[in-house]
């Protein structure tokens, strides 16, 4: 039986049928949408085949070490994205719609899985994840940045997520990005901030180092100094982020330097401050580099 057709006749002053035309016009508009959808899924099945074409290139340069992602290009991309959005979707869905395709075209490329650091805390760092990775790139929990460092050392091309803020009990990491060949940070995340980011934990990324599309406008040192007082600590606060934790005695510490390099800030600004403060500077390894924080506020 029809129900429809035996459903009682509307009561007078509900909703009335909408007009002829204006049915028509909603059938029109989804014929549109059903004509934007199929243009944009043709135009990412364009991308997949000039993706092909790019390992291709990519792999008769030479130029593929062990992940296809490029810290740079990434950074740059997702900036423009952000500034030249505009319209009533958010901001937040259109950069994570970007962050997947991206991601996951770098994954077709190389696959790789993603390493993440859950001892401050699982939920904002496996959002973290998911939103700039995906859910086809694997996710990969450990319980602390010493295994995430070892598990990216170990990989041929993974990716790894590490607090870029001192984390409770979590000593100084970064050490284990001291050699030569060891692992690096290559990127922070989000690549644009602001202040209700729906995944706005900021992470440094780490990698094997990046031979091909590093982005050096942020050097990040692994300082060891003693003498570690507040009045350095004021003095570097306009020239570097510093993360300190004790280290190797009474007032020693480890630090992780994040020097913006501009015409105030270099190494040599950082040294000079830390000995102008009574702090002698033992050891200084450059443990990676990212591109310059950069941050979206809603008037541009
Ligand atoms: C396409 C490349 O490889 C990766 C994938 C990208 C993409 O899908 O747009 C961008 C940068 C890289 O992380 C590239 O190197 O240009």
Redesign the pocket.
Known sequence: MDKIANAPAAPSGAISPAPADAVADLGVLREEIDRIDAAMHALLIERSQI?DR?VAV?RARGAESGS???PA??AS?MRRIVDRHRGILPLDTVEGIWRV??ST??YV?APYAVHADLASGEPAMRDTSRFHFGFTVPFIGHMGAGGVVSAVARSRGDLGLVPAFAAPGAGAWWTALEGEHAPKIIARLPFVERADHPAGLPVFCIAHPVTD?AVTEVEVWSLHVSGWNGQAARALAPLAEIVAVPDRGLDGAALLASIPLDAEASLDTVLAALRASGVSVRAAALVGSHASRYTHTPQG
Do not use: S
Request: charge should be positive.
């Open positions: 993706i790019l990519k296809a992602f490029r290009r990434e991309m395709i991206i075209f770098t490329q599309g």
